[in-house]
């Protein structure tokens, strides 16, 4: 088991009569392999999971256990490393070029300028963008935008790959 959720809370102003519970008792589990698609209307809390999964946000009760590892008991260190070695996420940074967006992630990593670059260029070429990555996400249509968040994610190869949207 990849993933395991027990009885996830996420409660934004706790005990305030503004109180938000954006997750509300949730329990899951994700096997290596499988897809899965969570969705629901605006509002429901789905960015929210994501950021529980990708260990971006913690839960506010509930135990999520990553590889074997309950994510509460961990450091920001080594949240970070989980982050950088084990998620690939799906967004993009508008400043830089389609081949600098693919490589941030393995620059995280340590991996030194040319191989970091072969990397990125294998992975735009997987999503069918290898002569795209001088280009700036502004100069791209909507559809290539999204591939080079792609690109981004799977480049480091890693075992999770999270799309919000």
């Excluded at 954006?22 to 499988?34: K, N, P, Q, Y």
């Excluded at 899965?36 to 605006?42: E, F, L």
Aim: hydrophobic fraction near 35%.
């Amino acid at each position: 088991m990849l993933i395991r959720l027990e009885n996830i809370y996420k409660i934004y102003g706790e005990g305030l009569e503004s109180e938000v519970r954006a997750l509300d008792g949730v329990s899951l589990t994700i096997d290596r392999g499988e897809f899965v698609a969570i969705a629901g209307a605006s509002g429901s809390g789905k960015s929210t999971m994501m950021n529980v999964l990708g260990c971006l946000d913690i839960p506010t009760y509930g135990e999520y256990w990553l590889d074997g590892q309950n994510v509460r008991e961990l450091t920001d260190k080594q949240l970070s490393h989980i982050r950088n070695k084990q998620i690939g996420f799906i967004f993009q940074i508008p400043e830089l070029t389609a081949l600098e967006n693919v490589e941030l992630p393995l620059i995280y990593q340590g991996i030194g300028p040319g191989k970091r670059q072969e990397l990125a260029q294998r992975a735009l070429e997987r999503v069918g963008l290898g002569s795209r990555g001088g280009h700036r996400p502004s100069e791209m249509s909507g559809g290539q935008q999204q591939r080079v968040a792609i690109a981004r994610a799977i480049s480091t190869s890693p075992p999770i790959i999270m799309a919000d949207e």
